[in-house]
């Protein structure tokens, strides 16, 4: 099967309508970060006649060629069974060949009405950052393109997602939604598809972003909490000293995101002024945060380059420092990973120094 860059495909090009320029963004969030430039990826909105769905997600057109560049989760060559290697995200291009089996067809959508698709993988039904800024974001392309309400379309998710039935619930109960059964293939005279807004590894369209802020967030004048965010019942990247650190945060919220409601996360973040927490899909709620809120997030200093949260912050306009404890590894089991960590990079946990970290508070004039 061939692979494909929705805009590579000649025929759909006269379909293909960009959203937004590209920006580029220059700035430094920690002393040992290099100063890089990053450019934000172009936006738009595909149309598609008589093609094919299928759940992994997987989206093939009428020539029988696989799109890729609308989707996060393709990056996972391995969920694909690729027969060959291919260069995921090199200059945007895809040449290669892929060996897929996809089961025939179980449904068809014949009527000329408009159906979105919104694909997401198993990886990431549940991770705030993924259901918002990979799938939520995209309402707006659709506003923008057709100049419609974006409540009032028809969407396609391509497996069940719990955390985007709460945001359906709680923002947008009436819209309709249809869930695909697993490994099902569904076909559509007519599919919309709109563009990631995050194709380049975390570098999110900043227009994108404070349209969430300003479309579901809640409106708090006053800025007064001081939040730390534990990942205390996490199996990595939680901090082993933690409750020592606690004693010297009096009057700070100690917040377990697990413990809290979606709307309970929202409202605590856009009343906070300070945000502090080890590297973590907890983040997202950065969205929620009013500018000028000050963000430090602690990381391994071997993971400076990971920019998904720093430019998420500085699109926001939140004040963003990267803090580097020093880290102790988590022990394999049985030569493997335990379940639920995902990369080899997050097989570590965190011990704060408490009087360097207080200096650097006092730094920052957090305290």
């Known amino acids: 099967m061939q692979v494909k860059n929705i805009s590579d495909i000649k025929y759909f090009t006269e379909k293909f309508d960009l959203m937004d320029f590209p920006f580029k963004h220059q700035f430094n969030y920690h002393p040992d970060a290099p100063v890089k430039t990053f450019t934000s990826p172009t936006t738009f909105m ?195 000293n933690e409750d020592e650190v606690f004693m010297h945060l009096k009057g700070w919220d100690i917040l377990k995101l697990e413990d809290l409601t979606l709307e309970q996360q929202m409202q605590y973040f856009s009343e906070a002024k300070v945000v502090v927490g080890p590297h973590g899909a907890g983040f997202t709620n950065l969205l929620w945060c009013s500018p000028g809120t000050k963000v430090i997030e602690l990381q391994d200093s071997k993971m400076l380059s990971k920019k998904v949260y720093p430019i998420l912050a500085h699109h926001l306009n939140l004040d963003f420092k990267i803090y580097t404890p020093d880290t102790i590894p988590v022990q394999k089991i049985d030569g493997e990973r335990p379940a639920g960590v995902k990369r080899h990079s997050d097989l570590i946990n965190f011990k704060i120094d408490i009087p360097k970290l207080l200096v650097f508070f006092q730094d920052q004039n957090i305290i």
């Open 46 to 240: 595909g149309e598609f006649m008589n093609c094919k769905v299928n759940s992994l997600p997987l989206l093939i057109t009428e020539d029988n060629e696989m799109v890729t560049d609308h989707v996060w989760p393709l990056v996972h060559k391995e969920k694909y069974k690729a027969e060959k290697t291919h260069n995921y995200w090199t200059n945007g291009t895809w040449d290669k060949q892929m060996k897929i089996n996809i089961p025939p067809v179980t449904k068809k959508f014949d009527l000329h009405k408009w159906y979105i698709w919104l694909p997401v993988d198993s990886r990431s039904v549940n991770n705030p950052w993924h259901v918002w800024i990979d799938m939520i974001s995209k309402f707006r392309l659709i506003e923008d393109r057709y100049a419609v309400h974006w409540e009032k379309q028809h969407y396609i998710l391509s497996q069940p997602s719990p955390y985007f039935e709460k945001i359906r619930q709680k923002f947008f109960p009436n819209t309709e939604v249809t869930v695909m059964p697993p490994n099902s293939t569904w076909q559509f005279r007519h599919l919309l598809v709109p563009s990631m807004s995050n194709r380049l590894d975390g570098v999110i369209v900043p227009q994108l972003a404070d349209w969430i802020r300003w479309t579901f967030g809640p409106r708090n004048k006053k800025q007064f909490r001081k939040i730390w965010i534990s990942r205390k019942n996490s199996i990595t990247r939680n901090v082993t």
